[in-house]
């Protein structure tokens, strides 16, 4: 009986370091793939981020190759986050503060 008791606290501690040690692994990912970050860190270097507000309204497809021809010109964005990036611009409303403030 004690050596399964034992054997459960092991297991749970076991579980719970688990738990904690990915933890914070996650919420970095999260925070690399979240599109607004990302807009923010990599569309305003060479132009405003004024020209991004500009051009909202603009449907997935338009933003996927503009946003693709950004990556040409040099914006510093990962292959996979592009169509990540080109859906959410597509979905902002013109005038979206995030951009346009
Ligand atoms: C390396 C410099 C650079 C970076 C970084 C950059 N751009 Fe641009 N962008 C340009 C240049 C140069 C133009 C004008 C020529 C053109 O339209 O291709 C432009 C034009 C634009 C336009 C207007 C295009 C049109 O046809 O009306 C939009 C919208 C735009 N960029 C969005 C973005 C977004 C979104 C990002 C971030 C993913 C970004 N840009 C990052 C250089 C850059």
């Given at each position: ?67 693709n021809r950004m990556v040409k010109r040099g ?27």
């Amino acid at each position: 009986m004690k050596t399964i008791f034992s054997l459960a606290t092991w297991f749970i501690t076991v579980a719970c370091f688990m738990v904690l040690t990915s933890l914070p692994v996650t919420s970095v990912q999260a925070q690399e793939s979240d599109p607004e970050a990302l807009v923010l860190k990599s569309c305003g270097t060479c132009h405003g981020l004024n020209r991004v507000c500009k051009a909202l309204g603009k449907d997935a497809t338009w933003w996927e190759s503009t946003v693709n021809r950004m990556v040409k010109r040099g914006a510093k964005l990962k292959q996979e986050d592009v169509q990540a990036v080109a859906e959410y611009l597509s979905q902002l409303e013109q005038g979206a503060k995030f951009v346009c403030d």
